[in-house]
Structure formats: C-alpha cells, structure tokens
Nanobody
Framework: QVQLVESGGGLVQVGGSLRLSCVASGRTFSSYAMGWFRQAPGKEREFVGVIRWSGGSTYYADSVKGRFTISRDNAKNTVYLQMSSLKPEDTAVYYC???????????????WGQGTQVTVSS
C-alpha cells in the first residue's frame, strides 16, 4: 500500500511559477514510477507527466513540455512538479499517482493522492 499526499497548490498569476509536492508513505516508494495528472472543471482527468522509479527518465504531455519539470527524492519519499510560465488553462486540481511502470493513462496507476488545487489568474 502507498498513500500519497499532495501539497503546494494555490493561486498564481499568469506567467508565474509553483512547485507541487507529493509525499508518499510506505517503504516501496522508490520502486514506483510517479505520475502527475490534472483535472479542470467539467473536463476529464489528463496526463501531465511521469518520472521513472530511479528518476533517470521523465515524459511529459505536449501541453506542458518545456514548462513543467518532474523530479523525485527517494530518500524523502517525495516527488515534485515544478511548474513555470503558467497559463490560465493550467488551472486544475493536480493529482500525483504511483504506477508499476511509466504509464501515461489513468488505468496504469495503482495509487492516487487526494489532489491539490492550482488556479492561474489573469
């Protein structure tokens, strides 16, 4: 079992930056790929990016590539989502999730956090 808790969300202006954190409980955190998803009001949850268990590889959705960066610290059981050059369309609830492999679809993930709200204002 892995429990995930996100934090760091909030209100930010267009063009600003924000860093989300996701802390995991459980001794097997380092064996999981960690993904980030987001869900805007009235829309389906969508893939944002994922990082390999070792941190040596990442993959991003085209919509965030070059603006968002995922990193992890296995010693702290924490994965991060650094967001920059934020746009109003980045407004959503952001979720972290754990998977056995670098999945890009919701069904590939076994564990989910409760989400943290990010609002980008213009």
């Amino acid at each position: 079992q892995v429990q995930l808790v996100e934090s760091g969300g909030g209100l930010v202006q267009v063009g600003g930056s924000l860093r989300l954190s996701c802390v995991a409980s459980g001794r097997t955190f380092s064996s999981y790929a960690m993904g980030w998803f987001r869900q805007a009001p009235g829309k389906e949850r969508e893939f944002v990016g994922v990082i390999r268990w070792s941190g040596g590889s990442t993959y991003y959705a085209d919509s965030v590539k070059g603006r968002f960066t995922i990193s992890r610290d296995n010693a702290k059981n924490t994965v991060y989502l650094q967001m920059s050059s934020l746009k109003p369309e980045d407004t959503a609830v952001y979720y972290c999730a754990a998977a056995a492999y670098m999945a890009t679809i919701i069904d590939g993930y076994n564990y989910w956090g409760q989400g943290t709200q990010v609002t980008v204002s213009s």
